[in-house]
C-alpha cells in the first residue's frame, strides 16, 4: 500500500519554487554535491538580515522543497538564524521521509556553511566547502 | 485514462483497465442469479459455474495456440513464475542443480533464483547487449550437462525489448533443459503458437491484457519431464496442481480478454505504434536523451527514456498529471536505479532519471501530446533550478 | 437461489454469491474510469487505486478485531493455510518437526500435513468425539516440547462443528506453541476478536461469505517467534510476503463483505438457525435417519445428515433440483466416503450417504420446505427400489 | 472442471425406473451384493420369450440405470439373449464412466445367472449366487 510520498507542503513548494535562481551580487554562496543531491545557496544582506536568499537544486522532490522553504524561511531573519538551521525541523514540518535525512543533512550543512560565509566575509562571492 | 479529468494514464505495463466486454462477462457471474456456484460441485449450480471455466480454457488456449488440459489457473504471473521455476527446479532436482537466467527478468522471476540460489542451485545470469538483447550464442555457450532448466521473458516489462525465444527455446531442446517463458508483457499482444513452440513452460496474466487483477495462468507442455511439483496443497482442483476453489468470474473475464485481444491484435499493436512514433518523435532532440532498449526488437507499447542532467524522482513528480513509471511498478517505491538499465549498461545516474512511458487501447494522440508538452517542460524547469555541475 | 428458477440452492458453504453490494463496490473498479491502476505505482492512479486497498483492510481489520498490518492478502484459504502451515514450518524448524493436526480438517489443511509428513516432519492426528468436537485434554496431553505448530479449524466445513479456538489455543500459548486456525467458515458468521484471543495464525477467503472468489487473507499475530516464509517471491508487494499485484477490485469486495458481516452478522444467525431448525424437524423422524456432528456445539448454517440404507450418489442425484453436498465441494466428484465423517465413527456406509445442507442470507423458508419434501421422496423412493438386505 | 456424471439416457432411465420392483411368480430370480451395489433381477416367461422383466438395485445411478435399460432391452426378446448380455456395450450405450466398470459387471453376472436359471428351471424362483 503507497500512500502519498509528497505532503500537500512538499507538492506546494515543489510546484513554486519562486526562490530558485541566483543573485548577482551574493554575500555568501555555497555549493555541495553529496549524498545523491547537488545544493547550491546564495545569500544577499542588508547588514546583518537576509535580504534574498536563492537556491539551486538537483536532487529529488523533498530536497528542492526544503531548499525553497529554507528560501522562505530566512529571507528578513538575523544572518545568525543560519546557522541555527536544524535538518530535524525541516523533516518533521515538511515532513520528510526518514530515509531522505542524509539528503536533508546536506542542505543543513549548506545553509550553516552560508551563515558562516555571510558572516565572515561579507561581501564576498567564494564558495564554501 | 481519458476518463479521469486529472490524470493522463501512461502505464498499461503496469496494469491495464478491464475492457467494457470484459466486465460485462464478469458482472453477472458475482452474485445471486448469476452461475456463482464452486465449481468443483457436482450439482447443476456448480456445473453451470464450470462450464464458464471450460469455455475460458478454450478462449485461452486458442489464444496461445496450445490446449486447453495444458493450462492451470494461478493468481496471477508471479505465482506462475514461481510454480514454473521452484515447480520444475524441485521435480527435476535429480538432473542437476544449474539454472540460467538473465539479471532484466522481472522481480518474479529474478527474486525466485535469488532463493534458489540460497538452497543450493547454481544460477547463470546472462548479459544482455547494450539494446537489452540476449545473442543466443550466449545461450549455448552457458548450457551445461547439469542445467534443468532455463528461463528468458518473451517482452521486457521495463523497455519492451522482444527475446527471440523460438531460437533459444530450441536451443534448450537440443539439450533437454526446460524453457521457462515469462510472457505477463507478450500474451495477447504477439502472436504466439505454443504447439509449434520450443517452450516448456509459460507465465501469463489477465491484467496485463485488459483482463481482472488477480488471475493468471501457467502453460505446461505434455512433454516427457515436463512437469511442475505444486507449491500449494489442499482440495484436488486443477489436478492437484493448482488447489483452491477456482475464481470463476476472473477466469471468464480472462478469456473475454483473451478472445478480445487474439480479434484484435493486430489492430492494436499498430495504434501503438503510431503513438510510441508520435511521442518518441516529439521528444528525441532533446539533449542528453537516451532511449533504452532496441528500437527493432521491441514491443511498441512501451517507450523508456533516460535524460541527462535531470533527476528521476522529481522528473516523476514534475511530469503528474501524467502517470508513467520510473522502473517497474513494483519497484517505483524504492529509490535503487533499476537492475535492468544497469544490465543495459545505464550509468546509476541516466538509469535512475529513466522514465518508462506505456500505451494501452484507450491511449489517444492528444495524450501522447501531452505527455511530450509535459516532459519538455519538465526536463527544462528542473534543469534550470539544477546548479552547475562544476561548483 | 430462488432466482434461478430450476434449481434450490442449499450449498452455500462451498461458495455463496457476492452480496450486491459487494458487486456495486467491486464493478467500477475494474475498467476504465474506475481506480484499475496498480496500487503499487506511485503516481496519482496508483495511489488511488492503493487507497481500496487500505479502506478495505481496515473494514477485515474491524470483523476480524486486529490491526491492518497483521493482514496477508492471498487467493483463497487454501492458499492461506499453505501459507501458515508451510511458512510457519519453514521458519520455526529448527524448533522441531512435531505438528498437530486432526482428521477432521479440510483438505486444504490436511494434505499440506500430508507432504510435511513426506518431508520429515511429524504429524499427531487428534480424533474429535463421536459429534465432531475435540477434547482440549486431548490436545495438552498431544503437545510435546519439539511441538512447533497446531492446526485446528474453527468451524468444519462438512458438519458445522465449532472447536474451542479460545481453549485449545490458550493451551499452545502456554507451551509456546504457534496455533493455526483455518477460519474459512467462520469469518463474518461468528464473532472473532483475534487481538484478545491466542491465535497466531487465521485463514479466511471471501466467496464463503457472500465476496468475491479469488480473494482471501491470512492473519499473522505480531508476536514474536510468529512469522511465515513466504511461499512465493517477487515484487516486494506486501513487505514480500505475498508479492504480486493485489486484486484491488477483489480486494474491495472482500472488505465491503466484511463490514456487511460485521453489521448483520447477529440477524443472519437467527435467519439460518430458523432455517436449520425447520428442516430437521422435517426429516427428523425418517427411519434411520442420523445427525452428523454436535447440535449444540456448531454452526446453524450448516446441517449434515446421513441415512441408512440409503446410496449416496443416488440420492444426491434424486435430489436434483436441489444443489447440496455429500462431503466437502472439493471432494464431490470423488467416491470415498468422507474422511470427517469416519472420524466421527460413521461406517463407511452411512457416511456416504451423507448430505450436506447448507444455507446462506438469501435462503428462504419455501426453499427449505421444498428441501423436506423432495429429501422424504427421494429416500421413500430409493428404498422403494432397493432390493431388501438378505437375499 | 466437472461435465455432468450422468448423461441425458441415464438421468432418464434414473427419473423412470419403470421396471423397479417385484414378480409375483418369477420363471427365474437372482440377487448379488457386491463391489458396493445390491442388484436383484426376476423374470418371467412365456415359452422361450422374456415376458416381464424386473429388478431391484441399492446403487449409484448407473448401476439403477443399467438395470433398467437392461429390463426395457429384453422384454419380448428370448431368454437366450440374456446370457450374450455384455457389461461393455452397456458402458458404452448409456454411458459408464470406467471407473464404475466393476459395478457393471456386477450387473452382468446378475443378467447372464438370471438367463441361466431361466433356462436350467423355468418355473423356478430360487435364487443364483
Ligand atoms: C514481466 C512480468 N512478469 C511478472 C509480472 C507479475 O505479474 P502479476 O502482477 O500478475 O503477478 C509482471 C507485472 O507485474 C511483469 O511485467
Ligand atoms: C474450512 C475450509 N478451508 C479451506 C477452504 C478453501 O478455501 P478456498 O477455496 O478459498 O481456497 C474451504 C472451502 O473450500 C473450507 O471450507
Same mark, same amino acid.
Given at each position: 500500500?503507497?500512500a502519498?510520498?509528497?505532503?500537500?507542503?512538499?507538492?506546494?513548494?515543489?510546484?513554486?519554487?519562486?526562490?530558485?535562481?541566483?543573485?548577482e551580487?551574493?554575500?555568501?554562496?555555497?555549493? &555541495?554535491?553529496?549524498?545523491?543531491?547537488? &545544493?547550491?545557496?546564495?545569500?544577499?544582506?542588508?547588514?546583518?538580515i &537576509?535580504?534574498?536568499?536563492?537556491?539551486?537544486?538537483w536532487?529529488?522532490?523533498h530536497?528542492?522543497?526544503?531548499?525553497?522553504?529554507?528560501?522562505r524561511?530566512?529571507?528578513?531573519?538575523?544572518?545568525?538564524?543560519?546557522?541555527?538551521?536544524?535538518?530535524n525541523?525541516?523533516?518533521?514540518?515538511?515532513?520528510?521521509?526518514?530515509?531522505?535525512?542524509?539528503?536533508i543533512? &546536506?542542505?543543513?550543512?549548506?545553509?550553516?556553511?552560508?551563515?558562516?560565509?555571510?558572516?565572515?566575509?561579507?561581501?564576498?562571492?567564494?564558495d564554501?566547502? | 485514462?481519458?476518463?479521469?479529468?486529472?490524470?493522463?494514464?501512461?502505464?498499461y505495463?503496469?496494469?491495464?483497465?478491464?475492457? /467494457?466486454?470484459?466486465v460485462?462477462?464478469?458482472t453477472p457471474?458475482?452474485g445471486?442469479g448469476?452461475?456463482?456456484?464452486? /465449481?468443483?460441485?457436482?450439482?447443476?449450480?456448480?456445473?453451470?459455474?464450470?462450464?464458464?471455466?471450460?469455455?475460458?480454457?478454450?478462449?485461452?488456449?486458442?489464444?496461445?495456440?496450445?490446449?486447453?488440459?495444458?493450462?492451470v489457473?494461478?493468481?496471477?504471473?508471479?505465482?506462475s513464475?514461481?510454480?514454473?521455476?521452484?515447480?520444475?527446479?524441485?521435480?527435476?532436482?535429480?538432473?542437476?542443480?544449474?539454472?540460467?537466467?538473465?539479471?532484466?527478468?522481472?522481480?518474479?522471476?529474478?527474486?525466485?533464483?535469488?532463493v534458489?540460489?540460497?538452497?543450493?542451485?547454481?544460477?547463470?545470469?546472462?548479459?544482455?547487449?547494450?539494446?537489452?538483447?540476449?545473442?543466443?550464442?550466449?545461450?549455448?555457450?552457458?548450457?551445461?550437462?547439469?542445467?534443468?532448466?532455463?528461463?528468458?521473458?518473451?517482452?521486457?516489462?521495463?523497455?519492451?525489448?522482444?527475446?527471440?525465444?523460438?531460437?533459444?527455446?530450441?536451443?534448450?531442446?537440443e539439450?533437454?533443459?526446460?524453457?521457462?517463458?515469462?510472457?505477463?508483457?507478450?500474451?495477447?499482444?504477439?502472436?504466439?503458437?505454443?504447439?509449434?513452440?520450443?517452450?516448456?513452460?509459460?507465465?501469463?496474466?489477465?491484467?496485463?491484457?485488459?483482463?481482472?487483477?488477480?488471475?493468471?495462468?501457467?502453460?505446461?507442455?505434455?512433454?516427457?519431464?515436463?512437469?511442475?511439483?505444486?507449491?500449494?496443497?489442499?482440495?484436488?482442483?486443477q489436478?492437484?496442481?493448482?488447489?483452491g476453489?477456482?475464481?470463476?468470474?476472473?477466469?471468464?473475464?480472462?478469456?473475454? !480478454?483473451a478472445?478480445i485481444?487474439?480479434?484484435?491484435?493486430?489492430?492494436?499493436?499498430?495504434?501503438l505504434?503510431?503513438?510510441?512514433?508520435?511521442?518518441?518523435?516529439?521528444?528525441?532532440?532533446?539533449?542528453?536523451?537516451?532511449?533504452?532498449g532496441?528500437?527493432?526488437?521491441?514491443?511498441?507499447?512501451?517507450?523508456?527514456?533516460?535524460?541527462?542532467?535531470?533527476?528521476?524522482?522529481?522528473l516523476?513528480?514534475?511530469?503528474?498529471?501524467?502517470?508513467?513509471?520510473?522502473?517497474?511498478?513494483?519497484?517505483?517505491?524504492?529509490?535503487?536505479?533499476?537492475?535492468?538499465?544497469?544490465?543495459?549498461?545505464?550509468?546509476?545516474?541516466?538509469?535512475?532519471?529513466?522514465?518508462?512511458?506505456?500505451?494501452?487501447?484507450?491511449?489517444?494522440?492528444?495524450?501522447?501530446?501531452?505527455?511530450?508538452?509535459?516532459?519538455?517542460?519538465a526536463?527544462?524547469?528542473?534543469?534550470?533550478?539544477?546548479?552547475?555541475?562544476? !561548483?
Open positions: 500500500m503507497t502519498d510520498p509528497y505532503g500537500k507542503r512538499v507538492r506546494e513548494l515543489f510546484a513554486r519554487p519562486d526562490h530558485a535562481g541566483d543573485l551580487k551574493p554575500s555568501a554562496r555555497v555549493q &555541495i554535491d553529496d549524498q545523491g543531491v547537488r &545544493i547550491a545557496l546564495a545569500v544577499q544582506c542588508d547588514g546583518d &537576509i535580504d534574498r536568499l536563492r537556491f539551486r537544486v536532487g529529488c522532490p530536497a528542492l522543497a526544503a531548499a525553497e522553504a529554507v528560501c524561511e530566512f529571507e528578513g531573519r538575523p544572518v545568525s538564524a543560519l546557522q541555527a538551521f536544524s535538518a525541523e525541516i523533516m518533521q514540518t515538511l515532513p520528510v521521509p526518514r530515509e531522505k535525512l542524509g539528503r543533512l &546536506i542542505l543543513e550543512d549548506a545553509v550553516r556553511s552560508l551563515g558562516q560565509g555571510a558572516r565572515v566575509s561579507p561581501d564576498a562571492g567564494e564554501t566547502d | 485514462m481519458s476518463n479521469i479529468a486529472e490524470m493522463v494514464y501512461l502505464d505495463a503496469a496494469s491495464t483497465p478491464a475492457d /467494457p466486454r470484459v460485462d462477462v464478469m457471474l458475482f445471486a448469476g452461475d456463482f456456484a464452486n /465449481p468443483s460441485s457436482g450439482h447443476t449450480a456448480g456445473r453451470r459455474s464450470s462450464a464458464h471455466v471450460e469455455r475460458a480454457a478454450g478462449q485461452l488456449a486458442e489464444l496461445l495456440g496450445c490446449k486447453e488440459e495444458q493450462l489457473w494461478t493468481s496471477g504471473a508471479t505465482e513464475d514461481n510454480l514454473a521455476i521452484v515447480g520444475a527446479a524441485r521435480y527435476r532436482a535429480d538432473r542437476g542443480r544449474h539454472l540460467i537466467t538473465m539479471p532484466t527478468e522481472h522481480k518474479a522471476v529474478a527474486d525466485v533464483f535469488h534458489l540460489e540460497k538452497r543450493g542451485f547454481e544460477v547463470s545470469w546472462l548479459r544482455p547487449d547494450d539494446t537489452g538483447v540476449l545473442d543466443p550464442a550466449n545461450l549455448e555457450a552457458a548450457i551445461r550437462p547439469d542445467t534443468q532448466l532455463v528461463s528468458i521473458m518473451q517482452v521486457n516489462n521495463e523497455t519492451g525489448v522482444i527475446q527471440d525465444i523460438e531460437a533459444l527455446g530450441a536451443l534448450c531442446r539439450r533437454d533443459v526446460l524453457f521457462h517463458v515469462d510472457a505477463a508483457q507478450s500474451v495477447g499482444k504477439l502472436p504466439l503458437a505454443l504447439a509449434s513452440l520450443p517452450v516448456d513452460l509459460l507465465s501469463t496474466t489477465a491484467h496485463k491484457v485488459y483482463g481482472p487483477k488477480g488471475i493468471g495462468a501457467l502453460y505446461i507442455a505434455d512433454r516427457p519431464g515436463c512437469h511442475v511439483e505444486p507449491l500449494i496443497y489442499g482440495g484436488g482442483q489436478g492437484g496442481r493448482r488447489p476453489t477456482l475464481a470463476v468470474p476472473l477466469i471468464a473475464g480472462f478469456g473475454e !480478454a478472445r485481444a487474439r480479434c484484435e491484435m493486430q489492430e492494436n499493436h499498430e495504434h505504434r503510431s503513438l510510441r512514433e508520435r511521442l518518441w518523435s516529439g521528444i528525441r532532440d532533446l539533449d542528453g536523451i537516451v532511449r533504452n532496441s528500437d527493432s526488437h521491441s514491443f511498441p507499447g512501451i517507450l523508456n527514456v533516460s535524460i541527462e542532467d535531470v533527476e528521476g524522482e522529481s516523476l513528480l514534475a511530469l503528474e498529471p501524467l502517470c508513467v513509471a520510473t522502473g517497474s511498478a513494483c519497484n517505483s517505491t524504492s529509490q535503487e536505479p533499476s537492475s535492468v538499465l544497469r544490465a543495459l549498461g545505464r550509468s546509476d545516474l541516466l538509469a535512475q532519471s529513466a522514465i518508462r512511458f506505456s500505451f494501452g487501447r484507450p491511449t489517444t494522440s492528444a495524450e501522447v501530446d501531452l505527455a511530450v508538452a509535459r516532459y519538455r517542460e526536463v527544462a524547469r528542473l534543469r534550470d533550478i539544477a546548479p552547475g555541475r562544476a !561548483a
